[in-house]
């Protein structure tokens, strides 16, 4: 069984930062590849940010440039950190591990931008 946690979620002003974090539970989280997902009200769940097991990363044009997503595999954390934040960025923010065509998600923190 995989579990996943988030924290880090909350209210941030426009051109703010904040940083999400991910625990997964779990054996062999090195080979795991990860990623956080967004969904505002009303819309489809997003693609935000990837990275495999060799930590190559990828990302939505959207947050290009903005996001930077990591993850440190001795504490099984995964990590995005958010800069220069937008109101169009508020959503639930959902972190997924994949491995073997298994996909596992966290129940989501809830990112408000707003002034």
């Known amino acids: 069984q995989v579990l996943l946690v988030e924290s880090g979620g909350g209210l941030v002003q426009p051109g703010g930062s904040l940083r999400l974090s991910c625990v997964v539970s779990?054996?062999?989280?090195?080979?795991?590849?990860l990623g956080w997902y967004r969904q505002a009200p009303g819309k489809q769940r997003d693609l935000v940010a990837t990275?495999?097991?060799?930590?190559?990363?990828r990302y939505a044009d959207f947050v290009k440039g903005r996001f930077t997503i990591s993850r440190d595999n001795a504490q099984k954390m995964v990590y995005l950190q958010m800069n220069n934040m937008k109101p169009e960025d508020t959503a639930v923010y959902y972190c997924?591990?994949?491995?073997?065509?298994?996909?596992?998600w966290g129940k989501g923190t809830l990112v408000t931008v707003s002034s």
């Open positions: 990275i495999t097991s060799g930590s190559s990363a």
């Open positions: 997924q591990a994949t491995k073997y065509g298994l996909t596992f």
């Open positions: 779990g054996t062999a989280f090195s080979t795991y590849a």
